[in-house]
T-cell receptor, first 111, second 115 residues
Framework: GENVEQHPSTLSVQEGDSAVIKCTYS??????FPWYKQELGKGPQLIID?????GEKKDQRIAVTLNKTAKHFSLHITETQPEDSAVYFC??????????FGTGTSLTVIP | NAGVTQTPKFRILKIGQSMTLQCTQD?????MYWYRQDPGMGLKLIYY???????DKGEVPNGYNVSRSTTEDFPLRLELAAPSQTSVYFC??????????????FGPGTRLTVL
């Protein structure tokens, strides 16, 4: 099956700086890549996603880039705020299959 | 809409006991899923359902059973609980069927400890 690796496992940034989280996947058939934010004691919540026919997608301070050739995709958060502190998960999806999740990145934004 | 709700929030079981984790969604979603999340790991799919009366195994189904008698409810049954089943369990749902991917809505989770 698909294998998704996520780095780093922990990330600390100063408020206002940017944060970047990277994921790699193994199966070139993966065609949908969502990113989830999980706050303490809550379920994951979709924050942005990208499909394999798109190279980049942006939503305010959050952006995702996809490099199909290298099989990796990244989450970019600009102008970080303390409320961005959470665990972030990437996932890869193959049509007709299931979602495969990364192991998560714990982001801490230091005021 | 309440979205996806799960009960209980926390539970401690003794080895060999059984229990049912409840999941309900009020969004009329066709697809429902059960995941487990172990510390420092991503979510692993246990079972999923594409509609009432239809269920299928995910990546880690051993030790679990599910049923889907209605669109709204998707309970997960643990028989003969084992310490390896200590985890946080998440239920999720989506409105669209594969291959039309859609947002997965997650419940708040059930934290289960087996001692």
């Amino acid at each position: 099956g698909e294998n998704v690796e996520q780095h780093p496992s922990t990330l600390s940034v100063q408020e206002g700086d940017s944060a970047v989280i990277k994921c790699t996947y193994s199966d070139s058939a993966s065609n949908y890549f969502p990113w989830y934010k999980q706050e303490l004691g809550k379920g994951p919540q979709l924050i942005i996603d990208i499909r394999s026919n798109v190279g980049e997608k942006k939503d305010q301070r959050i952006a995702v880039t996809l490099n199909k050739t290298a099989k990796h995709f990244s989450l970019h958060i600009t102008e970080t705020q303390p409320e961005d502190s959470a665990v972030y998960f990437c996932a890869a999806y193959i049509t007709g299959n299931q979602f495969y999740f990364g192991t998560g990145t714990s982001l801490t934004v230091i005021p | 809409n309440a979205g996806v709700t799960q009960t209980p929030k926390f539970r401690i079981l003794k080895i060999g006991q059984s229990m049912t984790l409840q999941c309900t969604q009020d969004m009329n979603h066709n697809y429902m899923y059960w995941y487990r999340q172990d510390p420092g790991m991503g979510l692993k799919l246990i079972y999923y359902s594409v509609g009432a009366g239809i269920t299928d195994k995910g990546e880690v189904p051993n030790g679990y059973n599910v049923s889907r008698s209605t669109t709204e409810d998707f309970p997960l049954r643990l028989e003969l609980a084992a310490p390896s089943q200590t985890s946080v369990y998440f239920c999720a749902s989506t409105v669209s069927a594969f291959p039309s991917t859609d947002t997965q809505y997650f419940g708040p989770g059930t934290r289960l400890t087996v001692l």
